[in-house]
């Protein structure tokens, strides 16, 4: 048995913190491995996407958010990502400025949007983050979410992750986040789902060990594997999570998710 997941299941057997003390939570849907690795790194693209873009954008702008903006969609072009900043209201919203984010997730020149009007499609994700934003729940881990909005790969509406963040460089929020199913209007929540028990911010530091990066460790209680938040964080942070969920112990490494459960526990 591996030695270093040996240490990492005594350490899940002794830890503690804020989600082991929660009530047990509802539990979510899980997708398939496969499907919770595809959507974890699209979730962490679109994510990077958006901050390199917003960062082109203040740099243009003195560091000072241009007046008038409410806020961001992004749209896949093959490999790349086209970050679309909105002006005009909630409701009735305009592209004024664009950025094109390319495959190494390198932010473009910032530009005026050629075409203001925005596509149905892009009118619906805008929409969807605005729904989700105003239906998220009572449990508050950070003073600011991102969201991130993709369409659902098993319906025809869309999926709206609000990602507890932090800007404290060795503060990892394991906990915190939530998924929306929201229709493929972007006017009504369907479902409401928190991923974690509770807050749980993490330091990374805790994932080096004598020199060597071994990994975070944590506990999975609304779902029997990681979810799609794991490998967005293990990727966001190039650190491998290990996660106890139920009797199975799992090691997510950026998009791949394996059961590492010794052998003795299986």
Known sequence: MNRRILSLVIALCVMGGPVAAQERPAPVQAFSIAETGRLGQAIWRQDVAAARATDALLAQSDGQAPQGLIGWIVTSEGDTQRVRFLAGEPD????????????????????DA????????????????????????????????????????????????????????????????????????????????????????????????????????TSILVAPQPLEVHVFL????????????????????????REVTPPARR
Not at 94 to 108: E, P, S
Request: proline share 5%.
């Open 114 to 217: 050629a075409d203001p009007e925005l596509s149905p499609d892009e009118r619906a994700q805008f929409a969807a983050r605005n729904t989700a934003a105003q239906a998220i729940g009572p449990l508050r881990c950070a003073a600011r979410y991102n969201a991130v909005m993709l369409k659902d790969p098993e319906g025809e509406g869309w999926l709206v992750w609000l990602l507890a963040s932090t800007t404290q460089a060795n503060v990892v929020p394991m906990g915190g986040h939530y998924r929306f199913h929201v229709s493929a209007d972007g006017k009504t929540v369907e479902k409401r789902e928190q991923l974690s028990g509770g807050c749980l911010d993490m330091d990374r530091r805790q994932a080096q060990q004598g020199g060597q990066t071994v990994g975070l460790v």
């Open 234 to 257: 293990s990727l966001l942070n190039r650190l491998p999570i290990y996660a106890m969920a139920g009797d199975k112990l799992w090691e997510v490494q950026g998009a791949r998710i």
């Open 92 to 111: 009735a919203p305009r592209a004024f400025k664009d950025v094109v984010v390319d495959a190494q997730l390198k932010a473009g020149a910032v530009v």
